[in-house]
């Protein structure tokens, strides 16, 4: 593992670790993140030594979302959606339990890919955000039901719809999230759960239960919402209403 990857990767104990790492862009996912990210999963899936996969960031932000720096968005001349369904379409075909340590702001994919993961838990200073509608976008990982399912629909609306802020006491209310911790002392906290998570839990009880929640069914009906979101998401990205939105917020100079 190198530290000076985007992605850190690492195997500790029965877990595999995924963790955000590019902290001078607030842990935004690029193209290249993607690809990773869905070889990652891929591989975790078919290891039978690990029972836990785990994703966290560095420093203060879970992750930002979508990386719309000019230089990113320059690559989606002919597939404006920047490849984000490799992560949620890997998130969805995982068959290890998935732990999220939400170190921080969890914004766009970095709150809807929550919904798709088994346990949550946030620190007390983390807030998740989904700016679709206040850029001109559309929603993403499944969220436009799997909000609902979890929180009921004013408070997937509050999010989806209003691209309002939603704090972590009330994800927790909400059942958004599972566990709030404090923020000093969150990384060490986290690694404690896992840790015990992996002392005290059957493996093959742990995975046979996840299929039972998330089979094949599961996995199907998922897909099929993550493929009319892309319609909707690419629709959107072409559309002068988000252009203009997009190249405001992100100073971009010409229509993709």
């Known amino acids: 593992m190198s530290l000076d990857q985007e992605i850190l990767i690492e195997k500790r104990g029965k877990s595999c670790?995924?963790?955000f790492n590019r902290p001078k862009r607030r842990n935004a996912i690029n193209t290249n993140s993607y690809s990773i990210l869905n070889s990652a999963l891929k591989k975790i899936n078919e290891d039978e030594s690990t029972l836990f996969t785990v994703f966290t960031g560095v420093g203060d932000f879970f992750t930002s979302g979508n990386d719309f720096g000019p230089e990113e968005?320059?690559?989606y001349t002919d597939e404006p959606v920047m490849g984000y369904e490799l992560l949620v379409h890997g998130l969805i075909d995982h068959k290890k339990p998935v732990i999220a340590l939400v170190n921080g702001p969890a914004i766009g994919i970095g709150c809807t890919i929550l919904t798709l993961m088994d346990y949550v838990v946030a620190a007390e200073h983390a807030y998740f955000l989904c700016p679709f509608t206040s850029m001109g976008l559309s929603p993403e990982g499944c969220s436009s039901k799997t909000f609902e399912s979890l929180m009921?629909?004013?408070n997937a609306a509050?999010?989806?719809?209003?691209?309002e802020k939603m704090t972590a006491q009330e994800a927790l209310r909400t059942g958004f999230i599972a566990k709030l911790l404090p923020t000093e002392?969150?990384?060490?906290?986290?690694?404690?759960i896992v840790e015990h998570f992996e002392k005290t839990l059957a493996p093959g009880s742990v995975l046979s239960t996840k299929e039972l929640m998330k089979g094949e069914k599961w996995r199907k009906k998922m897909h099929a919402i993550s493929n009319r979101e892309k319609e909707f998401l690419s629709e959107r990205m072409t559309s002068d209403e988000a252009m203009e939105r997009l190249m405001a917020k992100f100073g971009l100079k010409s229509k993709i």
Do not use: P
């Open 152 to 154: 009921g629909y004013q």
């Open 158 to 163: 509050r999010l989806a719809l209003f691209s």
């Open 17 to 19: 670790w995924i963790t």
């Open 185 to 192: 002392g969150f990384r060490e906290a986290g690694k404690k």
């Open 73 to 75: 968005m320059s690559k």
